[in-house]
């Protein structure tokens, strides 16, 4: 059971922190308690902005002693309202966005050690600096912290070739429900000591501790990137042509983005400077980029022959081959504001789920029949990493306006879909994480047995149930 803060505790939690690492002005508090996508709106007296591991480590312990409510926020670009605290406004929120230090880059080895409250893009950056790569990536980029995307094991456009944020690290700095801190922030690629606890935490969205900082992979930093545009006739189509591109020894491909022509007509209609780049209309396309450490021009020649073979036999209809960076950046952006775009056009329901990759033609044509047999004006805006056997399977809104008969169906056709995704032994949070918002769905989804294990850990590392309550689990 949960306390509420007393006055004088909330002095001693602010004495931690000082003046500058104090938020408690109302207008002040404001944008910590709404998500990202406006789904939850919760309540606090206090956000608490540490500037050092030492100070979360003195939070935590006496939230733990007090048994209070802690909420760990990055860049709040959650999609499952994992970083909004509840309504009940017992809670306190710690911020990391002051632990934002490079603490050190090793070329050598390729890593690079950095503090959670780091934004993504400055790690990439970091690590561009020194001529090496980190490869995650994410249209929030500009604003994601990484302690964040390691908490939530964020995905991207790069899973393909480099995997999910949880392969891109070898070790964690990370604070205990209880004030303990682990320091296990080693850059060794080999190391068969026993459990491996940085896993435990990556993915956890905040409910095992805090993580702090981490030591992240690096990668040989891109010279040369091919990237194209093609037109495929079905999902069907794109799958085969990811195969093709891989057998043929493409081991160079990184991206493989789907999209159905609907989203091509939102960003044209809705997003300044974008306009279809194809001379005709297609049902569906993929974004395909290879890079190579090397500066040759032999990628380029081997993209677009496959592609071009893959054109003569009727796998590609149209092949856009990238001729300039900015245009290679106007083929990302038509990718990248696939969401946005998505936003304007109406409201939507979305669905984050992951088949094997030669399933998804399959669920894509059963998917998209069932929400049609519950929501027959629903726009299905289906797109996603495909290369990762991962969608966003989304239902628009007809148009901009209210449709609260739309959204009344909107527990059938989460369910539709992810009764589905299981039908295919599929996930139905690829990349976005659980939060708060698919928390009862995943005592339906997940197996039993894992879900007595994961309430087992969270009971062995965080028995008051502080940490990032209502998150991913129900309270015991
Ligand atoms: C994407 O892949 O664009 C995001 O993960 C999904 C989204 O922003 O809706
Ligand atoms: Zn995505």
Redesign the pocket.
């Known amino acids: 059971m949960l306390n509420t803060p007393t006055p004088e505790l909330l002095n001693q939690l602010k004495q931690i922190v000082g003046p500058s690492g104090v938020v408690d002005q109302p207008q002040d508090i404001a944008p910590y308690l709404v998500d990202h996508r406006k789904l939850y709106r919760g309540a606090t007296s206090l956000v608490l902005r540490p500037e050092s591991t030492e100070q979360v480590s003195q939070i935590l312990k006496l939230c733990h002693a007090h048994h209070i409510g802690v909420v760990p926020v990055g860049g709040n670009t959650s999609?499952c309202g994992g970083a909004t605290p509840s309504s009940a406004g017992n809670e306190i929120v710690v911020s990391l966005s002051r632990l934002k230090r490079i603490r050190h880059i090793d070329p050598d080895n390729y890593t690079l050690t950095v503090e959670a409250g780091c934004v993504l893009a400055e790690v990439q950056q970091a690590a561009e600096a020194a001529d090496r790569l980190f490869p995650l990536s994410?249209?929030s980029e500009g604003s994601c912290q990484i302690g964040g995307n390691l908490s939530t094991n964020a995905?991207g456009?790069a899973v393909l070739r480099y995997g999910m944020a949880r392969d891109l690290v070898l070790g964690l700095e990370v604070v205990l429900p209880d004030g303990r801190v682990l320091d296990d922030l080693n850059a060794l690629r080999k190391n068969n000591t026993g459990y491996d606890l940085r896993d435990l935490f990556i993915g956890a969205e905040g409910t095992l501790g805090i993580i702090t900082a981490a030591t992240l992979k690096l990668y040989p930093l891109p010279r040369t990137r091919v990237t194209a545009l093609v037109a495929v006739d079905d999902p069907a189509a794109a799958v085969a042509l990811l195969s093709f591109l891989r057998s043929s020894g493409s081991d160079a491909l990184s991206t493989f983005e789907l999209m159905p022509r609907i989203a091509i007509e939102l960003v044209c209609r809705h997003i300044a400077g974008i306009n279809d780049p194809f001379d005709d209309t297609h049902p569906w396309y993929v974004l395909i980029e290879a890079s190579t450490a090397q500066l040759t021009d032999h990628l380029t020649e081997e993209l677009s022959e496959v592609l071009v073979r893959s054109q003569q036999n009727q796998l590609v209809r149209e092949v856009l081959l990238a001729q300039s960076s900015s245009q290679r950046e106007f083929f990302w952006r038509i990718r990248?504001t696939?969401?946005e775009a998505?936003t304007r056009a109406g409201g939507s329901i979305?669905h984050?789920v992951s088949v094997s990759i030669s399933d998804l033609p399959k669920f894509i044509e059963e998917g998209t029949a069932l929400c049609k047999g519950i929501a027959p004006e629903g726009v299905m805006v289906i797109y996603?990493?495909l290369g990762d056997g991962s969608l966003?399977f989304n239902i628009n809104t007809p148009d901009a306006g209210a449709h609260p008969e739309f959204f009344a169906k909107k527990t059938a056709l989460n369910n539709a879909v992810h009764e589905l995704a299981m039908r295919y032994r599929g996930s139905i949070s690829a990349?976005?994480g659980i939060g708060q918002l698919k928390r009862d769905e995943l005592v339906e989804f997940k197996n039993p047995v894992a879900m007595q294990l994961m309430h087992t850990i969270k009971q062995a590392l965080d028995p008051h149930g502080i940490m990032n309550p209502g998150k991913v689990l129900a309270g015991d």
């Open positions: 999609y994410l249209g995905g456009t990248e696939i969401p998505q979305k984050d996603g990493h966003h990349e976005h």
